[in-house]
């Protein structure tokens, strides 16, 4: 069984500053994550995937995330916020043995970015 | 690449009721995934299918449900007898994926179907 948790539901930062959205992961085999990004009235869109290559991953509109097996995290981070960046962020996890890709969502962080 | 499309955007139901939605995906993706998401939590798989055939179906997938992709292009999800607990986004997702391993397969999702049961 899989499944990821999303440390705060919500979360504010300024324009500028640093983004650090939180995810670990619980997995019985060797994982793939992933973390997707919606925008209101819109689909999930991907932002970055691990897939046991490199640990630190980088992906669309200058998010990356770090693989960390001991702490059993995939956090997401920006250097610098922007307005744009205003949206929900969802961690998700999958076993890729074959068949369908069948991700474990988590809840969700919300993301606000002020003046 | 037009996205994926999925219809109604929006759908007020009376319990009871059935309900169906449709789902087109990307021309000439083969996989074809739907998905649930409730308020305030993630997205939940429901099932998918490889062209035309449908692999798996979650638990969560009760007799009411059923999902369908004839000729594996367009797919409706419908449900029957509709109850409250129902109300949900549904969420289809579609990919192209060559050989059977998915190490790199990516999800492109539509925009959803939102549904209230009254």
């Known amino acids: 069984a899989q499944s990821v948790t999303q440390l705060g539901s919500h979360v504010s930062v300024s324009e500028g500053a640093l983004v650090l959205l939180r995810c670990n992961y619980s997995s019985s085999v060797p994982p793939y994550l992933f973390w997707y990004v919606q925008y209101p009235n819109q689909g999930l869109q991907l932002l970055l995937k691990?897939?046991?290559?490199?640990?630190l991953v980088k992906g669309i509109n200058g998010f990356e995330a770090e693989f960390k097996k001991s702490e059993t995290s995939f956090h997401l981070t920006k250097p610098s916020a922007h307005m744009s960046d205003a949206a929900e962020y969802f961690c998700a996890v999958t076993a890729v043995t074959g068949g369908g890709n069948k991700l474990t969502f988590g809840t969700g962080t919300q993301l606000k970015v002020e003046l | 690449d037009t996205g994926v499309s999925q219809n109604p955007r929006h759908k007020i139901t009376k319990r009871g009721q059935n309900v169906t939605f449709r789902c087109d995906p990307i021309?000439?993706?083969?996989?074809l995934y739907w998905y649930r998401q409730t308020l305030g939590q993630g997205p939940e798989f429901l099932t998918y299918?490889?062209?035309?055939?449908?692999?798996?179906k979650s638990r969560l997938l009760s007799d009411r449900f059923s999902a369908e992709r004839p000729k594996g292009s367009f797919s409706t999800l419908e449900i029957q007898r509709t109850e409250q607990g129902d109300s949900a986004m549904y969420l289809c997702?579609?990919?192209?994926?060559?050989?059977?391993?998915?190490?790199?397969?990516?999800?492109?999702f539509g925009s959803g179907t939102q549904l209230s049961v009254l």
């Open positions: 299918f490889q062209n035309e055939a449908q692999l798996e």
């Open positions: 997702a579609s990919s192209l994926v060559t050989g059977y391993t998915s190490t790199n397969e990516k999800l492109f």
């Open positions: 021309s000439e993706h083969n996989r």
């Open positions: 691990y897939t046991s290559a490199a640990t």
